[in-house]
Nanobody
Framework: QLQASGGGSVQAGGSLRLSCAAS????????MGWFRQAPGKEREFVAGIGVDAANTWYADSVKGRFTISRDNAKNMVFLQMNDLKSGDTAVYYCAVRESYLFSSRSADFGSWGQGTLVTVSS
């Protein structure tokens, strides 16, 4: 089970840090990802991280502003979001893949958190 938290309302240019806690199992050997879904839009990939936390991937739209990280000892994944823009407004979901391999396809992720809402006002 995944529990995402840390969402909220922030002005453009601000920062938020999302957290995702896994319970009931270890995800230290799994690739993890953050996705988001804005109103009226499809769910899209935001960032991914491999078993080796040095391996990270980002959507072009967030590259240089967002940073994904993980703490395997705590069974958690994080998304640091800086310089937020109104276009970042969405419900953010963390997900775990039943593989150590990276993927940006939501269909490749089997377990999802409940989502946390991020609202950025301009």
């Amino acid at each position: 089970q995944l529990q995402a938290s840390g969402g909220g309302s922030v002005q453009a240019g601000g920062s938020l840090r999302l957290s995702c806690a896994a319970s009931g199992r270890s995800v230290s050997r799994n690739a993890m990802g953050w996705f988001r879904q804005a109103p009226g839009k499809e769910r899209e990939f935001v960032a991914g991280i491999g078993v080796d936390a040095a391996n990270t991937w980002y959507a072009d739209s967030v590259k240089g502003r967002f940073t994904i990280s993980r703490d395997n000892a705590k069974n958690m994944v994080f998304l640091q979001m800086n310089d937020l823009k109104s276009g970042d407004t969405a419900v953010y979901y963390c997900a775990v893949r039943e593989s150590y391999l990276f993927s940006s396809r939501s269909a490749d992720f089997g377990s999802w958190g409940q989502g946390t809402l991020v609202t950025v006002s301009s």
